[in-house]
T-cell receptor
Framework: GAVVSQHPSWVICKSGTSVKIECRSLDFQATTMFWYRQFPKQSLMLMAT?????????EQGVEKDKFLINHASLTLSTLTVTSAHPEDSSFYIC???????????FGSGTQLSVL | GDSVTQMEGPVTLSEEAFLTINCTYTATGYPSLFWYVQYPGEGLQLLLK?????DKGSNKGFEATYRKETTSFHLEKGSVQVSDSAVYFC????????????FGKGTLLTVNP
């Protein structure tokens, strides 16, 4: 069965609203999770590293005030797209790092469409 | 910076055909190389990996060999099945961490019966 649960799988919202995406580790506790974004016909791009109990680490060019990451427990990280605009429409994917070995487990992704 | 270039899709094959999806990379140092697969409605899953030059990763009939001289990691399968229909991503990690990955754009493979 799935190791990572990501919800919702798709969401449509109006411009200016905020959208929250959840990423849950179902089988183990994870201190580190990752958030990626994929535009059509482009590569998955790492946006940020989510660290339980501390601030997320953002990649260069990613606005931390726009993409709020909260990793308040060892099994849940959330990504909130604040004041979404059409250019934020994209496919967002989370991944979870297994603590016992160098293996990543991925969520099934969230397709965000901002009207 | 690091980058991965993989063959543009979509790729459509008949069952039992031979598959090659090309992947080349640029990276500093000695990266680890990966192929991930995403089946419809599911998350990416690690298909195979190689951590040093001339290593061959293999799984489920798929193979890829780490070629340092050509900076390539092409994915091959001798006889594809309908169940292999998915999106395939080539990726690398460098800097000593297998967690921070640089991905290619993905290649959609459709296998027809």
């Amino acid at each position: 069965g799935a190791v990572v649960s990501q919800h919702p799988s798709w969401v449509i919202c109006k411009s200016g609203t905020s959208v929250k995406i959840e990423c849950r580790s179902l089988d183990f506790q994870a201190t580190t999770m990752f958030w990626y974004r994929q535009f059509p016909k482009q590569s998955l791009m790492l946006m940020a590293t989510s660290n339980e109990g501390s601030k997320a680490t953002y990649e260069q060019g990613v606005e931390k005030d726009k993409f709020l990451i909260n990793h308040a427990s060892l099994t849940l990280s959330t990504l909130t797209v604040t004041s979404a605009h059409p250019e934020d429409s994209s496919f967002y994917i989370c991944s979870v790092a297994h603590p016992a070995g160098e293996k990543l487990f991925f969520g099934s992704g969230t397709q965000l469409s901002v009207l | 910076g690091d980058s991965v270039t993989q063959m543009e899709g979509p790729v459509t094959l008949s069952e039992e055909a031979f598959l090659t999806i090309n992947c080349t990379y640029t990276a500093t140092g000695y990266p680890s190389l990966f192929w991930y697969v995403q089946y419809p409605g599911e998350g990416l899953q690690l298909l195979l990996k190689a951590t040093k030059a001339d290593d061959k990763g293999s799984n489920k009939g798929f193979e890829a060999t780490y070629r340092k001289e050509t900076t390539s990691f092409h994915l091959e399968k001798g006889s594809v099945q309908v169940s292999d229909s998915a999106v395939y991503f080539c990726a690398l990690s460098s800097g000593g961490s297998n967690y921070k990955l640089t991905f290619g754009k993905g290649t959609l493979l459709t296998v027809n019966p």
